[in-house]
């Protein structure tokens, strides 16, 4: 398996409550993130979502999808947001919010490894590019969230 850690910044011109409850919200994420396919609800959880499980499947740059399961680990509202991720990906994301001066500064943090053979035998030679498509489907979040909250969002790091 291949291990990967991405990290995404976003300046977004919204106040942190609005800005949660979009990423939390992620059954609707296919309404306005481009990248996103389908979200399906597998597991509800608790009555905050703490433990329910969703099954991600996303689009690409490149021409391959994903899909994975993705349960979630910890809220801490409005700031924290991880879960555990395991199909075709396997491992951990991590959505960070802090409110900041009229904006909220989202930070998300993605390790993974891959599980699909033909990613982890192109590895040694494709992680630019697979780099790559994982900055365009969030630059397609950006985007999207920034329509849906009327907010300029801008890519600090990506």
């Known amino acids: 398996m291949a291990d990967y850690q991405f990290v995404t910044i976003w300046r977004v011109e919204a106040a ?4 949660w409850d979009a990423i939390y919200d992620s059954l609707k994420w296919p309404q306005w993130w481009q990248s996103v396919a389908k979200v399906t609800e597998i597991e509800a ?3 905050n979502g703490l433990g ?3 099954r991600y499947e996303w689009t690409t740059r490149l ?5 994975f399961d993705m349960r979630v680990t910890r809220i801490e509202r409005p700031n924290i ?4 991720a395991f ?3 396997t491992g951990t994301g991590l959505w960070e919010f802090t409110a900041d001066d009229g904006h909220t500064m989202v930070k998300y943090t993605w390790r ?3 599980t699909k053979t033909w990613m982890n035998i192109l590895a040694p030679i494709a992680r630019p590019v697979f780099a790559w498509n994982h900055n365009a489907v969030m630059q397609d979040g950006a985007v999207g969230l920034a329509k ?10 990506a």
């Open 16 to 19: 942190i409550e609005d800005v």
């Open 45 to 47: 959880g608790d009555e």
């Open 52 to 54: 329910s499980v969703r």
């Open 63 to 67: 021409p391959y999808t994903l899909a």
């Open 81 to 84: 947001l991880e879960g555990e």
């Open 87 to 89: 199909g075709e990906l």
């Open 112 to 114: 993974v490894r891959t």
């Open 148 to 157: 849906i909250l009327d907010a300029d969002v801008e890519v600090i790091e």
